[in-house]
């Protein structure tokens, strides 16, 4: 309701001047007005009784300087290597570091891995847990993995099975893998020197019931040698595997010629090439220089001849020969032989590894060959291929480093283009020679 204001009349006198006069106001309107202030009032003291106030951490740094223990316990979780996740009453996530998070483990708050519930329960129930939980694909991505988990009972709720839960994962793939791997050697080893050192036994008992019989001695003394230099082979191979895997530290990589490398492999090849009647052929491009160790540049392309040798058929030819592509020096092995199925490729540069084991002991193969040549291309900085079909042959593919000088003569060229093919054998390309490479 408006207010009447009453009009005032000015005489000579200030003080005598008349006061403006205000009207009443309603009973009615007074009786609302206090209403609403109640009510209004009365909402915001319910609100402020009924707030719950939050906990607030202190995390001030004290006055010695130092950080608080809270956080500097959180910081440690989120830097260690092992996944940790804590895990309520409910199974419900309430701490998981980046190293769980990073395993796929864990999305918003839930964990993904049944077993780990399983495991986070069974350690509800009785304080500590210790089991080997394997990680699917599905979860983890890339590969399935293995985990070491260690699941522990923090404290007592109010009633069984109502404590939060921590676990503790570790990832032990690798370890479980070189596990597997030394397993293995061990197994393979063992099974390589029994079949020499059994045929030596024998031999030497055929040969003491045949010492009247001269033509039967050399014949089976003949064969003792053939076993003995097996034998010898395999140590010596094993010795060389052991160095290259880091037993001995790489000696200075020094340039070295490939045609040296190529023809030191070549002359160490020809006589079981020979017996074959297999032509080895020499070809490529000339004056490349690389760094490394020549004696083990030599073995890894002495055992790619001698591997072709082993598998080609009589009467054919192998090709080796280098090239200069993208800032390293390619020497290619190539014959026609028996080819490798394409289920074996990825295997062929495994210790003991071989694509027909019955051929093994016409062969004398030790299996450990490619694996060395593996390493040493590991070792110098470079990679070893395969392409191969079967019933047509294949192709190994050492590749070495250039050294400096020969890096840049490579850069400075047509840099990106391919190189024209060298028909390392000599002669005109075969129209239906396979051309593709691993």
């Known amino acids: 309701m408006p207010v009447r204001r009453a009009a005032v009349t000015h005489t000579g006198d200030p003080a005598r001047w008349e006061r403006p006069s205000i009207a009443p106001v309603s009973p009615s309107v007074a009786l609302l007005a206090g209403f609403v202030v109640g009510v209004v009032g009365g909402v915001l003291i319910a609100a402020l009784l009924r707030r719950r106030p939050r906990p607030v951490v202190d995390q001030a740094v004290p006055a010695d300087g130092s950080a608080p223990e809270a956080v500097l316990s959180r910081r440690l979780l989120d830097l260690i290597d092992p996944a940790v996740v804590l895990l309520d009453p409910d199974d419900v996530v309430l701490l998981a570091n980046p190293a769980a998070r990073g395993l796929g483990i864990v999305r918003d708050t839930r964990l993904l891995v049944p077993e780990l519930l399983e495991l986070a329960r069974t350690a ?30 923090l404290e007592g709720g109010p009633g069984p099975g109502t404590a939060p839960v921590a676990l503790v994962l570790q990832d032990l793939t690798e370890a479980r893998r070189v596990e597997a791997v030394r397993r293995d050697f061990v197994a393979n080893v063992g099974h390589e020197l029994k079949t ?19 033509e039967t001695v050399r014949r089976f003394a003949s064969r003792m040698t053939h076993e003995a230099d097996r034998l010898s082979r395999l140590v010596r191979e094993l010795i060389d595997l052991s160095r290259l895997q880091g037993g001995e530290p790489l000696p200075e990589l020094v340039p070295v010629e490939v045609d040296t490398v190529i023809a030191e492999a070549v002359d160490r090849t020809k006589l079981a090439a020979s017996a074959k009647q297999v032509t080895i052929v020499a070809g490529g491009e000339r004056g490349l220089v690389v760094r490394g160790v020549e004696s083990q540049l030599a073995t890894a392309v002495t055992n790619l001849l001698a591997n072709a040798v082993t598998y080609s058929p009589d009467q054919t030819r192998i090709a080796v020969g280098a090239r200069a592509r993208a800032g390293f020096a390619e020497i290619t092995v190539t014959d026609s032989g028996i080819g490798i199925p394409r289920e074996d490729r990825s295997r062929v ?88 490479r691993s």
């Open 196 to 214: 020499p050192v059994g045929a030596l036994s024998l031999l030497a008992e055929a040969v003491e019931d045949a010492a009247d019989d001269p």
């Open 349 to 436: 540069f495994e210790r003991f590894y071989r694509v027909d084991q019955s051929r093994a002991s016409r062969t004398g193969g030790t299996g450990l060959g490619l694996a060395i040549v593996k390493h040493v291309a590991t070792n110098h900085g470079g990679s070893v291929s395969v392409w191969s079909e079967e019933g047509l042959g294949s192709t190994f593919t050492l590749r070495i480093p250039l050294a400096a000088a020969d890096r840049a003569a490579t850069d400075t060229g047509s840099a990106g283009d391919e190189p024209a093919d060298h028909d390392l054998a000599g002669g005109p390309p075969a129209a239906d020679a396979p051309k593709g």
């Open 124 to 153: 509800r129930d009785g304080g500590r847990r210790r089991a080997e939980v394997s990680l699917p694909a599905s979860v983890v991505g890339g590969g399935p993995r293995q985990v070491g988990v260690l699941g522990v009972r």
